[in-house]
């Protein structure tokens, strides 16, 4: 629990993300609109498998804390070095070789693409270390 009222913990009961409307900085793979739409991240193993492999490389990532990890839930802080800014990540597992993503700043308005060009980074990674 905690922190800002649109940064809903998404892990719950029905798995769903937290909205994802309220500016460009913000990326969400179960978004309807295409301006915020990113596809979730598929995987080949077990969910199992597939969480661990993102808590370590989101945990590699610079300025990242894992704030969350819960089975079938992430979620992840990411603070900017220079202004100290703090994304919020959330990987939901809702069902086998799904992750569905939503990663998005807390302040501000204009990301310049960081939140999407980082789950892109990550779904590179991901991909890379499947079997």
């Known amino acids: 629990g905690g922190g800002r009222p649109d940064m809903a913990q998404a892990g719950g009961p029905d798995g769903k993300l937290a909205f994802c409307d309220h500016g460009p900085h913000c990326v969400s793979s179960e978004s309807l609109n295409p301006d915020r739409y990113i596809a979730p991240i598929t995987y080949n193993g077990s969910r199992e498998a597939a969480q661990a492999a993102m808590v370590k490389i989101i945990s590699e990532m610079k300025g990242a804390s894992i704030a969350t990890s819960e089975p079938s ?53 991901f991909a890379a270390i499947q079997p």
Not at 98 to 125: F, H, M, P, W
């Open 73 to 125: 839930y992430i979620h992840a802080e990411f603070t900017s070095s220079l202004m100290h800014y703090v994304d919020d990540l959330e990987l939901v597992f809702p069902e086998e070789k799904t992750i569905q993503v939503r990663s998005s700043s807390r302040g501000g308005y204009y990301d310049y693409d960081a939140n999407r060009n980082r789950v892109e980074a990550i779904r590179k990674a």
